[in-house]
Nanobody
Framework: QVQLVESGGGLVQPGGSLRLSCAAS????????VGWYRQAPGKQRDLVADITSGDSANYADSVKGRFTISRDNAKNTVILQMNSLKPEDTAVYYC?????????WGQGTQVTVST
């Protein structure tokens, strides 16, 4: 079992930056693909970015060039650095780990981009 705790959300103006962090408990963190998803009100939960156990990163087209995902296996953490934020980035952001049949989610952290 893996437990995930997200932090770093908040209110930011358009063009600003936020850094989301996800701390994982449990063992074998390095063997998981870890990612960030987001869900805006009335919309489905969509992938923002993920990174494999081999450090291969994948991004949604809408965030390419603005967001960066990274992982620190020694600290069991995954970071999402978000720059040049736009109002359409407003959503609840969820951390996820997956490996084969196993899938776990964090509780989510709110990101609001507004003046």
């Amino acid at each position: 079992q893996v437990q995930l705790v997200e932090s770093g959300g908040g209110l930011v103006q358009p063009g600003g930056s936020l850094r989301l962090s996800c701390a994982a408990s449990g063992s074998s963190f390095s063997s998981y693909t870890v990612g960030w998803y987001r869900q805006a009100p009335g919309k489905q939960r969509d992938l923002v970015a993920d990174i494999t156990s081999g450090d291969s990163a994948n991004y949604a087209d809408s965030v390419k060039g603005r967001f960066t995902i990274s992982r620190d296996n020694a600290k069991n953490t995954v970071i999402l650095q978000m720059n040049s934020l736009k109002p359409e980035d407003t959503a609840v952001y969820y951390c996820n780990v997956r490996r084969a049949w196993y899938n776990a989610w964090g509780q989510g952290t709110q990101v609001t981009v507004s003046t």
